[in-house]
């Protein structure tokens, strides 16, 4: 059984922001690449960010990024370390808890959510990071210790950018720490192509289109990239896999140090009782009330179940056949998605909200049935998968149970059942409400644990093409990464992504051009 995984999360609040900004600043301009994630006051009418046109979505987005604020933003910084094995990283995760100084729409709906999940608004009030969004507020972007000049440094590193579903992110990120957003769609992916030379990544668009997961939620992903790396540990292979490092804190370092712990995965002997559409979509409507397991573990140990038993069955038909017998009719080709899951791009477009209903059938159902809906709510809330644990481990190999997944909305995941003590609870011995199910939902979401499952996933999706010679990764700076997937962002419901690129036909904005010249002292 592998162990778990203990992740050192640093705790960055206005009090410690000056102290720690140094180390910041190096890990960032160090690193082989940085991955973001950010938790969000709300994200207004969820309809409107999955328009059939991705102009129309762009300026709901923009909305939303000018009327809410970044509640907390997550940094993960993985160096890749040559001196060690092969695709050994070392990994530095801060997690920010900002405070936007101006008037700005908190949505009920996300503080529920978020105050579920361990997020304390009290904490944010007193200690977060003050900025102001917009050109030019709230201090020099190239001057003093505030998160605009962060920002700048992050600019100036010219690091890949890695996120996950990271549209949304990347218009909060710009509309927050940069300048006004532009009007134009063109324009912004014309900025976004300059800001970020050495590429952006959206880790939802690698696990749809390159890894072809069943599902594509931000923990499932992550969990079946380890899980898959563990196999190739555990069985003494030469597979593909990813170590993470981590640094040693210690002394009064140690008191910002919020412990993440992620368990093995244990056995599915006899657990059944999943919510399919949790299992499909790594979000349901009942949220804490539903009577049905949200445990990633346990999807993936049966999705993993599933697999083994379609592998099974292909094996007696091809032996079947070589017998002279005749295939049944009916056999899937497509044995690599549980039955029970529907591929994303079908759901998406064509599924009526009926036909889905049926796919995904049972408690877990919206009032309206409406699937482009359900993926609006899921639109970049998330949910963390850790929870808290102090005496931990400095580094870690990763490793946990097995591989392989395509599909989601576009959310970064939910919590794991567990009880007070850490342990995992069984189903059949929970009931929703009940005090035990209350604390496994509290202390459990942090931006900076999803920044760095973000980052891992894309570690080892580069790992794995790489190793499998697939011929789609590109060597930048000495590193190898995803040509395949450079600048294309996810779209929810579209079979192509959003390509960041600066048309011949677009020109960059002047907000931007500013900016450039204080990031760059005038050299583009």
Known sequence: MASSLVVPVIDVQNDNFKELWPAMVVAIKTSSFVALDTELSGLGNRKSLLAESIEDRYKAICHAARSRSILSLGIACYKKLDSKAADTYLVQVYNLTLLCSEEYIIEPQSVQFLVQHGFDFNKQYAHGIPYCKGNNKGGSDDRGVHIRALFTELLRARKPLVLHNGLIDMAFLYQSFYAHLPERLATFTADLSEMFPAGIYDTKYVTEFELRLPASYLEYAYKKCVSKASANLTSGGTGPHVHVEFCPYTGHMSAYVDYRECPAAVSAEGQTDICQRFSAFGWCPNGAQ?????????????????????????????????????????????????????????????????????????????????????????????????????????????????????????????????????????????????????????????????????????????????KEGAGAVEEKDGQSWLSTCLNKVYLSGKAAPLNVVKSTFSKSSKAHTQKMEIVWGGRM
């Open 290 to 466: 539903c009577p049905l397991s949200h445990d990633t573990d346990l999807i993936i140990l049966q999705d993993e179940k599933g697999k083994e038993d379609k592998r099974k069955k292909r094996k007696r038909h091809r032996e079947k056949k070589k017998g002279g017998g005749a295939v049944a009719e009916g056999s899937s080709t497509f044995d690599s998605a549980p039955e029970t899951k529907v591929r994303h791009m079908e759901v998406d477009q064509e599924e009526t909200p009926g036909d889905h209903q049926k796919a995904t059938a049972g408690p877990c159902t919206e009032s309206d049935g409406n699937v482009q809906q359900e993926e609006a709510e899921n639109v970049k809330t998330g949910n963390g998968v850790c929870e808290d644990k102090p005496d931990a481990r400095n580094s870690a190999t990763i490793a946990t149970t097995d591989e392989d997944s395509n599909m989601k909305t576009n959310v970064d995941d939910s919590v794991e059942n567990r009880t007070a003590d850490g342990g995992r609870e069984k189903f059949s011995d929970r009931s929703p409400g009940t005090e035990a199910q209350k604390k496994t939902e509290a202390g459990t979401h942090r931006a900076g644990f999803d920044a760095f499952m973000t980052g891992y996933i894309f570690a080892h999706s580069c790992t794995l093409i790489k």
